[in-house]
């Protein structure tokens, strides 16, 4: 394969491992220390971080992150192409674009899951096992814990949705869940795109 001999051709550089490097740009490139293209690994051992820039899709992303993998910040649409385990925590908060958590649902999280500051509409492709907490936080437009995981080791928060409490009970009362559903403050008249408010504006650029 032909060199790539320019590093700022290949974009930001998010993950540097004896697996190789990537590099994103509008889409996640693998190369070695050359600088040659490699093929995407399987497996990485430590964090995958591509949280603000420009991709739009998980294409490129390793099936197994042995770390936190972070994807928030992006136009993302949905999860699919997910890694299948995280042994971190997966943070995919403040995608504004984000109305589905389809493409999650055979993830394993090590850690916690974090999908707060959202458009998703319902929790249908939750991962199943969820060995920290799991945040669908400030999500107004949901009103339902259908598809939420069962195997949760810590909490589930779904503070500032329009969850309701009576919502909760029979959730827990339907699927026998030990674990404990934590919801703090938001009226039913204040239903609206706080989601939006908070992350209209990058932390930084992208670019």
């Known amino acids: 394969m032909k060199?790539?001999?320019s590093e700022a051709k290949l974009g930001k550089l998010?993950?540097?491992?004896?697996?190789?490097?990537c590099y994103a740009s509008d889409k996640l490139t693998w190369v070695d220390a050359n600088l040659n293209?490699?093929?995407?690994?399987e497996k990485i051992k430590g964090d995958?971080?591509?949280s603000c820039t420009k991709i739009t899709s998980f294409e490129g992303v390793p099936r197994y992150v042995g770390g936190t993998f972070s994807?928030?910040?992006l136009d993302i649409t949905s999860l699919d192409g997910a890694p299948l385990y995280v042994g971190g925590n997966f943070n995919c908060s403040c995608n504004v674009q984000l109305t589905t958590l389809r493409g999650a649902e055979q993830l394993t999280v090590g850690g916690d899951f974090i999908c707060s500051y959202t458009n998703i509409t319902s929790l249908e492709g939750a991962p199943h096992c969820v060995r920290g907490d799991f945040d669908c936080s400030y999500n107004e437009q949901l009103t339902s814990l259908e598809g939420a995981p069962?195997?949760?080791k810590e909490y589930l928060d779904c503070s500032e949705t329009c969850i309701t409490d009576e919502e909760i009970e029979r959730f827990k009362k339907a699927n026998n869940i030990k674990y404990e559903i934590f919801k703090a403050?938001?009226?039913k008249n204040d239903c609206r795109s706080a989601s939006q408010r908070h992350c209209?504006?990058?932390?930084?650029s992208h670019s």
């Open 48 to 50: 995958f971080k591509c």
């Open 200 to 204: 209209h504006n990058r932390p930084f």
């Open 150 to 152: 069962l195997n949760i």
């Open 14 to 21: 998010i993950y540097a491992g004896k697996e190789g490097r």
């Open 185 to 187: 403050g938001i009226t």
């Open 3 to 5: 060199s790539l001999t």
């Open 37 to 41: 293209p490699i093929e995407t690994p």
């Open 71 to 73: 994807c928030s910040w």
